[in-house]
């Protein structure tokens, strides 16, 4: 698929094992578009996300077999934006603790951003390119301390991406 907007918002989440977060499920509304990167653990979850396109890239986590199976989620997707694409994956074929940024990169070199999640720990790393990004978990397991996610603003070339951390409630 290809984004043709100049100018669009995209929340990212991952990791919420059935439990989406109310504070994120209204930040995704605010949004043009929203990936999921694994881990989804119910369609509830998925139904909840409604950006105001109503388009959302999701793909299958390891925990997300059931999922997978019945709603034929792919293990990775990309898309493009004008001035570059996104691809996204959840993570845990790159290591299971510590995904490898080297090794994503590899695999996603004609990426502008590298989207995964897994490791339930948010990550913005600019260091090289393509960027690589995980929203951290976005429910109630093992989110270091409250559910997280990642807003992108795409703006013609300028990329820029906001780190949101909510308190456990």
Request: hydrophobic letters at 35%; proline letters at 4%; charged letters at 20%.
């Amino acid at each position: 698929m290809q984004i043709t907007e100049n100018k669009v918002s995209i929340a990212i989440i991952s990791d919420t094992h059935a439990h989406l977060d109310e504070r994120i499920i209204a930040l995704i509304a605010t949004c043009d578009y929203a990936i999921h990167a694994g881990d989804i653990c119910g369609e509830a979850v998925i139904n909840s996300m409604q950006p105001k396109t109503g388009k959302i890239f999701v793909v299958a986590g390891n925990n997300d077999h059931y999922c997978h199976e019945k709603a034929n989620l792919p293990e990775v997707l990309s898309f493009e934006l004008p001035h570059g694409s996104i691809s996204i994956e959840h993570g845990h074929q790159h290591g299971m603790s510590k995904p490898s940024h080297e090794s994503l990169r590899e695999k996603h070199a004609d990426a502008r951003i590298i989207v995964y999640g897994h490791t339930h720990k948010q990550i913005v790393d600019k260091e090289a390119l393509p960027w690589i990004v995980n929203p951290g978990a976005a429910g109630l397991t093992r989110n270091h301390g409250g559910p997280s996610c990642l807003k992108l603003y795409c703006d013609h070339d300028d990329w820029s991406i906001e780190m949101i951390r909510f308190e456990n409630s």
